[in-house]
């Protein structure tokens, strides 16, 4: 199974399964079945596990306004509400 976001915080940090659970005020069952994409986070959960992390809640709620790609040197964020790749405008200008 892929790894989610979820999983790759709490390693990425060392903390382990208990503790994360503990924040949320959650069994360490059902924050397996979080990290595991089964079950899916509140808003509440959310805010809380951003402030732990220190990251935007927004990245765990999957409602991000950017993705960030890291592919070595050509790590960029793309902001999805004014990313395009060709304006079909210019393209039909550089015809004439």
Same mark, same amino acid.
């Given at each position: 199974?892929?790894?989610?976001? =979820?999983?790759?915080?709490?390693?990425?940090?060392?903390?382990?399964? #208990?503790?994360?659970?503990?924040?949320? #005020?959650?069994?360490?069952?059902?924050?397996?079945?979080?990290? $595991?994409?089964?079950?899916?986070?509140?808003?509440?959960?959310?805010?809380?596990?951003?402030? =732990?992390?220190?990251? #935007?809640?927004?990245?765990?709620?999957?409602?991000?306004?950017?993705?960030?790609?890291?592919?070595?040197?050509?790590?960029?964020?793309?902001?999805?509400? &004014?990313?395009?790749?060709?304006?079909?405008? $210019?393209?039909?200008?550089? &015809?004439?």
């Amino acid at each position: 199974m892929a790894e989610t976001i =979820f999983k790759g915080l709490r390693v990425e940090n060392n903390y382990d399964i #208990d503790q994360v659970a503990a924040e949320l #005020d959650i069994t360490t069952a059902e924050y397996e079945l979080i990290e $595991s994409g089964v079950a899916k986070i509140s808003y509440e959960q959310a805010g809380k596990l951003g402030k =732990f992390y220190g990251i #935007d809640p927004k990245h765990l709620l999957g409602v991000s306004e950017s993705v960030n790609y890291n592919i070595g040197r050509y790590s960029r964020t793309i902001y999805a509400q &004014k990313y395009y790749e060709k304006s079909e405008e $210019s393209e039909t200008n550089n &015809k004439e």
